[in-house]
């Protein structure tokens, strides 16, 4: 029975070409989504999951109480310990104190300011920039990262140590094998050992680095451990309650924090494997972060499979004039109900199965493609049992949701009214088809909204005015000679005389991406009780306001000709004056760390972060002197090519022992925003998806309407009708179902897409011609979708029509 019921199946495809196309092309688009999205979600849950040790690794997280605002931070507490004379967490040797941790470790990107920039190694006459981390001891006994060659128990269990990746071990040594126990110097200061190197991370890794310093090295440099900086994470026991392993750790804390200290911190634990995917606060507890995103497209996959299923529907009603005599013949000749359900939903089926055989192919030929803007390394699993069984439900889900309809209606169908002739569809029947096709051009509307609020919202933060000007713009990190203030200020004016070169200064901190916040030691003239502003501090030079474009609101910017300014002065922007509550501030004096001066001028709001942030309170100084930030330079519109391999030039006669990189200050600012290009992108990819599915689906329509009104049409043309009344005739019906999708989409993509703006501090309107635009868009399609349909019908030879009935 299976076997004829196949063969059966099989040339109905065959025969009905142009249908089983429609359909097949149609399910291939929404199971080429489906897959894309699925592997594309896999990737994501699995980052930070291939740890052995995965259930039983935390994250301490702390929720921060102050002036009445509750906060959340990564960020260990740190203090200084003056008889060691080095910095170190508050809950350092707390795997010693508290009960239920076995191991713990601290993991930090950067040793000094601007921390997490790439640092210098050198062996030889090799020199490099490469990125990497601090570590503890225990690093690699709690994480498996694979260690390939050297040291395999602990690696850095020693102090002036250092653990390195493949590639590193290939630029440096040729080799990891050539790479155990060599010495490398780094930032030319330091001489490490090598003790082991590991495999290359993959993006299955939140953490990203090439290298892994020995904790206890950091640690005894006596370098400042800014507490936003050191990720704390600990092993429990097999057995151990993390809630009370949280409460042990809050006892150990609270005796080592300042009772004095208004500011409340309570410390918490979080899977480790849950931070890339739950990383964002709020109210001092970790949310959504990127799993938003996956709830989003997981939304979006679905939503596509349904509508390519309800298209199949569609187009499988459109085509059951046809099978109208088919069923009338097998139930008159004794075919039960049952047989005739079970060979609809098993060519559903087998059309479901050549679907999927083509969509895993197109899937893997797309993938390179998604790989390429999500910036993942997904590769088809085809070993992985898993998948094939999600892929065979595929199969059966598709085939049974989409031929169930089809399925049950035809064979209700009575085999007296088909083979006289006067079979008609019921009004209920009817109303479900148009239910269903209202239901699935909803969804593509939804998405087509969608698609355009990301594309939108994304163009405008990568766009904005920023209150600078970031174009022809470029980083250089102050290290080596550049460190001295004499070198750096001849550096500073021989690379200010260079053709291509415009201007020349410094920062303590990349303009676009401050992160450093201090409240407590500022203070200023009216300062009220109990009042504490978050400042972003910064430390210039004399010409940074026209370097950066920055506008002044009142006051004026420093000037090296008056001796003051680099001792005394200091500048504030529109918000730190409005959070600081005072008026007439110029004059007033302001007290920062070592420092006492005089606000000599308020700068205009500008952003100093990503459009997620709110403007926040700006603090500026002059130190020409520091030994650490940036040299920002300006080059001259249309000459950066000529100004880098000047500057190149010039960076290697001053700072030999350095590798001149730099950082384009605009694609550092896109960078800020590559979640959100990763969602635009795949957003108008599958809406385009969802509106061609629909619009198959709407062709199925048409294609049944031109069946069910062959008659009607051929009367009105003999009686008169003209092809343009034929078309609005035929038309209208289809195009007001796409207007009732767009009545209920429009308000629902409001809705949805509101609360995604709310993710910004500075975000779009929504503005009615968006929706206004998007229905022009629906109408548009689905009329030129119809279109064929409709003048082939109103082109129709009404005798030929009349006869056939």
């Not at 006459?125 to 128990?153: C, L, N, Q, V, W």
């Amino acid at each position: 029975m299976l076997r004829n019921y196949l063969i059966v199946g099989f040339r109905n495809i065959i025969r009905n070409k142009a249908f089983s196309i429609i359909n097949l092309l149609g399910l291939v688009l929404g199971m080429v989504s489906f897959l894309l999205i699925f592997l594309w979600i896999q990737d994501e849950k699995a980052v930070d999951s291939f740890h052995g040790n995965s259930d039983t690794l935390y994250n301490v997280y702390y929720t921060v109480v102050s002036e009445g605002k509750t906060d959340g931070t990564y960020a260990t507490p740190t203090n200084y310990d003056a008889e060691q004379q080095r910095y170190f967490p508050l809950l350092e040797g707390m795997q010693h104190g508290i009960d239920g941790i076995e191991r713990s470790n601290f993991y930090v990107t950067g040793y000094e300011l601007p921390w997490g920039y790439p640092e210098t190694f050198e062996v030889g006459d090799r020199m490099y920039k490469m990125e990497g981390a601090r570590a503890g001891k225990d690093f690699f006994e709690m994480f498996d990262y694979p260690i390939i060659a050297g040291d395999t128990s602990m690696p850095l269990g020693e102090i002036n140590t250092i653990a390195i990746s493949r590639k590193m071990a290939e630029l440096f040594f040729d080799g990891p094998q050539n790479a155990v126990g060599k010495t490398i110097r780094y930032e030319n200061n330091l001489d490490l050992m090598v003790t082991a190197v590991f495999e290359n991370l993959t993006t299955k890794s939140s953490l990203s680095f090439d290298f892994l310093i020995d904790w206890e090295s950091y640690a005894k440099m006596g370098i400042l451990v800014a507490s936003h900086n050191v990720l704390s994470t600990i092993q429990i026991s097999n057995t151990a309650d993390p809630y009370q392993v949280a409460q042990n750790i809050n006892t150990y804390l609270q005796t080592r924090l300042d009772p004095n200290n208004p500011i409340r911190m309570e410390a918490h634990l979080q899977p480790f494997k849950d931070k890339y995917l739950k990383g964002r606060f709020e109210n001092g507890k970790p949310v959504d972060g990127r799993m938003e995103y996956i709830k989003l497209f997981a939304g979006v996959a679905i939503f596509i499979l349904v509508i390519a299923c309800i298209n199949y529907m569609n187009l499988a009603t459109a085509r059951s004039v046809k099978r109208a005599k088919e069923v009338g013949v097998r139930k008159a000749v004794g075919s039960l109900k049952g047989h005739l359900i079970r060979q609809f939903i098993l060519e559903s089926i087998l059309l479901s199965f050549f679907a999927v055989v083509v969509s895993v192919v197109l899937a893997g030929l797309l993938l390179p493609l998604v790989n390429s803007f999500t910036g993942k390394e997904i590769a088809l699993p085809f070993h992985n049992i898993y998948y094939w069984i999600i892929v065979l439900g595929l199969i059966v889900f598709t085939g049974f949701f989409a031929g169930s309809y089809p399925a049950l209606f035809l064979s209700s169908l009575k085999p007296v009214q088909v083979l006289k002739g006067t079979f008609r569809f019921t009004g209920s029947s009817e109303w479900l088809r148009k239910g269903l096709t209202i239901f699935q051009f909803g969804l593509s509307i939804l998405l087509l909204i969608a698609a355009m609020v990301v594309s939108r919202q994304t163009d405008f933060v990568q766009h904005s005015n920023l209150g600078y000007d970031r174009e022809n713009l470029i980083y250089v990190r102050i290290e080596g000679t550049l460190a001295n203030a004499e070198k750096y200020a001849v550096f500073k004016d021989e690379a200010s005389r260079l053709p291509g070169v415009a201007l020349v200064d410094r920062s303590s901190e990349a303009p676009h991406a401050m992160e450093f916040e201090v409240a407590d030691p500022i203070n200023w003239e009216g300062k009220g009780e109990g009042v504490s502003v978050g400042f972003m501090p910064k430390s210039v030079g004399f010409d940074f306001l026209r370097i950066m474009d920055l506008k002044i609101a009142e006051g004026r910017g420093f000037s090296k000709k008056i001796a003051s300014d680099s001792t005394d002065a200091f500048m504030v922007n529109r918000e730190a004056v409005r959070q600081m509550g005072i008026t007439d501030p110029l004059g007033k004096w302001v007290s920062a760390w070592d420092k006492r001066g005089r606000i000599i001028g308020i700068l205009e709001d500008y952003h100093t972060a990503s459009l997620h942030q709110r403007i926040k309170p700006v603090i500026v100084d002059v130190k020409e002197n520091l030994n650490f930030g940036f040299v920002l330079i300006r080059t001259k519109p249309g000459k950066t090519k000529e100004a880098l391999a000047q500057l190149k030039t010039l960076y290697a006669k001053i700072n030999p022992l350095r590798p001149f990189d730099y950082q384009f200050a605009d694609s550092e600012y896109q960078a800020l925003y590559n979640n959100e290009q990763v969602v635009a992108k795949l957003s108008n990819i599958f809406s385009v998806f969802a509106i061609v599915i629909s619009c198959l689906g709407l062709l199925g329509l048409a294609m049944f309407s031109a069946q069910q009104r062959v008659r009607e049409i051929a009367v009105r043309k003999v009686l008169g009708a003209s092809t343009t009344t034929i078309i609005n005739l035929f038309s209208k019906d289809i195009l007001r179902l796409v207007g009732f999708s767009f009545l209920i989409a429009a308000p629902i993509g409001w809705l949805v897409m509101d609360g995604w703006l709310e993710g910004f501090a500075y975000k779009i309107n929504l503005s009615w011609w968006i929706f206004a635009l998007t229905g022009l868009i629906a109408f548009g399609v689905a009329f030129l979708t119809i279109s064929s349909q409709s003048l082939r019908v109103a082109r129709a030879n009404p005798a030929n029509s009349l006869r056939s009935e």
